[in-house]
């Protein structure tokens, strides 16, 4: 494994982290088993980063449980997220990180995020509320460690946050197609420059860069070295750049911590020549004339009121665009549940609900509107009222 200096903490981290985001099971439900065997192989294979959050369903306490059992608390670094919409008072503080506590079975935490910051506003609201004063306490009692903030905003915000407080580390989403996008470059740069540690999360764009890359493109990256996958060129591509201390990826399949513990051993920064960061750039252009909405597949947007899975929806309407219609339909019959729970995307009744939980800053209603005239035409419709007839 290699590791790169947080020169904030002294700490060497593992450059590959684990996002406990997406941990086996459903979102409802985390398959306990599969996610011990997951966490502990990449703990055994030198990850020492873990990362989740208090409103990733069961996550903390999952993580929590596995840590406890095996006895490894003290062999990695936990990062979780103070959920800011729930933070009214200052006693709500308190109250939220002391729950976070008892699910992870820990008494501090490594690295504590203020999750999901956009605009400086957000920040300026804690303040009111003296987060300042009680993150001291915190570190004063070493039940903090570190503190940072995760980020999903425009890039001018993203600046004038970093300026506002003396912050150890921050998180942007960053990957080769997103590199004028929210924070981009121009941010990561600049909170390097200010000696801001720097992570990174949605890496492979929420599996669009694997799974949902355009067949030229494909073809670019498959011709350029066939032996490795498109995983390698998002993760080595990152790792390439000494700015960046530490990549976060959702894995949740002990397959996949091989896979991506393998690139990051031979993923020293300044690993890629000219000629492979111009492959890049071409599918990078490949795959930005395609993708139509930067949905990341979070699932924050969810539960919807009305059923409908917003994300693989999402993820079906772009697929119509980066490799077929034919094949975006499919997908959305099958993986979205259009057949399965004989739900329509034409059942939305525009309440805005998913709108306020999105990190992206969606229009999810009036994407809604675009994605199902393009992925329910007149003849799926016509089979899906004989689907409903049926299932009642």
Not at 97 to 111: C, G, M, P, V
Not at 121 to 134: A, G, H, M, V, Y
Request: proline share 4%.
């Amino acid at each position: 494994m290699q590791y790169r200096l947080d020169k904030k903490s002294g700490n060497q981290l593992s450059t590959l982290g684990m996002g406990c985001m997406r941990l086996p099971g459903t979102i409802a439900r985390i398959d306990q088993n599969k996610a011990e065997e997951v966490i502990l192989e990449a703990i055994h294979q030198g990850v020492n980063f873990f990362d989740t959050a208090y409103i990733y369903p069961g996550s903390e306490v999952a993580l929590g449980n596995v840590l406890d059992k095996n006895k490894v608390r003290d062999k990695i670094f936990i990062a979780t997220k103070l959920p800011l919409f729930k933070c009214n008072r200052y006693e709500d503080f308190d109250k939220l990180f002391n729950e976070q506590l008892k699910r992870l079975k820990t008494n501090y935490i490594d690295y504590y995020f203020m999750h999901n910051i956009s605009k400086l506003s957000d920040w300026e609201r804690l303040c009111q509320l003296n987060i300042k004063t009680w993150i001291q306490e915190k570190k004063d009692s070493g039940q903090i460690k570190q503190v940072g903030f995760s980020f999903h905003g425009v890039r001018g915000e993203f600046l004038k946050l970093i300026d506002a407080y003396d912050w150890d580390f921050c998180m942007i989403q960053y990957n080769y197609v997103n590199t004028h996008y929210q924070a981009g470059i121009e941010g990561l740069q600049y909170a390097h420059k200010k000696g801001i540690t720097v992570f990174i999360m949605e890496p492979l764009l929420g599996g669009q860069l694997v799974k949902g890359l355009p067949k030229p493109a494909a073809r670019l990256l498959k011709k350029e070295n066939p032996e490795v996958s498109p995983v390698f060129w998002a993760l080595r591509w990152l790792w390439n750049q000494p700015e960046i201390t530490l990549v976060l990826s959702g894995m949740n399949h002990v397959n996949q911590v091989n896979e991506n513990v393998a690139i990051a051993k031979s993923s020293p920064s300044g690993c890629m020549t000219p000629g492979e960061l111009a492959v890049i750039d071409q599918v990078a252009h490949i795959f930005s004339t395609s993708y139509k909405i930067p949905c990341t597949g979070c699932n924050y947007c969810l539960p919807c009121p009305k059923q409908i899975n917003i994300p693989d929806s999402f993820m079906a309407y772009n697929t119509s665009y980066t490799i077929s219609r034919f094949a975006g339909i499919q997908l959305y019959a099958t993986t979205s549940g259009g057949f399965k729970s004989a739900y329509s995307l034409y059942d939305c009744t525009a309440c805005g609900k998913c709108e306020k939980h999105c990190p992206q800053h969606i229009s999810i209603v009036e994407k809604i509107k675009t994605v199902r005239k393009r992925m329910e035409p007149f003849w799926y419709r016509g089979i899906l009222k004989i689907m409903r007839t049926l299932m009642k």
